[in-house]
């Protein structure tokens, strides 16, 4: 059974960095067409993709905070952890971790964990 | 970017109606569209990938159609549990970008 869980704090400081960490199971990172995303949503709005890394360590983010984050992957511990720098109010949302599959043709995000949700105030 | 927009961005229907919801995107992205449904409180979950193809265990009410700049997503009969929200969400370009969403609501 694939899942995937979200770990972090609940509450940072404006100006401080988020560490969050998804650790995986039923699948491993080191597999050629599996990778991890991440994806957040603040409160009551839409869903915005943050940053996806694969096991050939390819990654990508996006353009409007690519400044701020890093992803990164330790396949021995099953984990991918992104960091996000100089957190704001606006940033508050449930940050989602899920399974990517890459094809021939297609992208898409398979199996996702249950989120965490992170409040930014000081 | 390439913008994504849902329409419309909300609508009321009743069980067995027919719904069907667009997906445009700002440029060609040929068949790199994935559709999702959220659940109030719940993670979202993957319908429908690359256009057309069906995610296991979806059930055979929902599919997909479309290509280049625009995609559709059809329920045939709506069930009770269809009452949601449903992202489309292009993984064309190098920065993957979602749908403001579409919520589907009771009649």
């Known amino acids: 059974q694939v899942t995937l869980k979200e770990s972090g704090p609940v509450l940072v400081k404006p100006t401080e960095t988020?560490?969050?960490t998804c650790t995986v199971s039923g699948f491993?990172?080191?597999?050629?067409?599996?990778?991890?995303?991440?994806?957040?949503?603040?409160p009551g709005k839409a869903l915005e993709w943050l940053a996806h890394i694969f096991s050939t360590d390819e990654k990508s983010y996006t353009t409007s905070l690519k400044s701020r984050l890093t992803i990164s992957k330790d396949t021995s511990k099953s984990q991918v952890v992104l960091t996000m720098t100089n957190m704001g109010p606006v940033d508050t949302a449930?940050?989602?971790?899920?399974?990517?599959?890459a094809g021939d043709y297609y992208y898409y995000m398979d199996v996702w964990g249950k989120g965490t949700t992170v409040t930014v105030s000081s | 970017d390439i913008q994504m927009t849902q329409s419309p961005s909300s609508l009321s229907a009743s069980v067995g109606d027919r719904v069907t919801i667009t997906c445009r995107a700002s440029q060609s992205i040929s068949s790199y569209l994935n559709w999702y449904q959220q659940k109030p409180g719940k993670a979202p979950n993957l319908l429908i990938y690359a256009a057309s193809s069906f995610q296991s265990g979806v059930p055979s009410r929902f599919s997909g159609s479309g290509s280049g700049t625009d995609f559709t997503l059809t329920i045939s009969s709506l069930q009770p549990e269809d009452f949601a929200t449903y992202y489309c969400?292009?993984?064309?370009?190098?920065s993957w970008t979602f749908g403001q969403g579409t919520k589907v609501e009771i009649k």
């Open chain 1, 18 to 20: 988020l560490t969050l």
């Open chain 1, 28 to 42: 491993s990172l080191s597999n050629a067409r599996l990778g991890v995303s991440w994806i957040r949503q603040p």
């Open chain 1, 94 to 101: 449930t940050y989602y971790c899920a399974r990517t599959i």
């Open chain 2, 89 to 94: 969400q292009q993984s064309y370009s190098t």
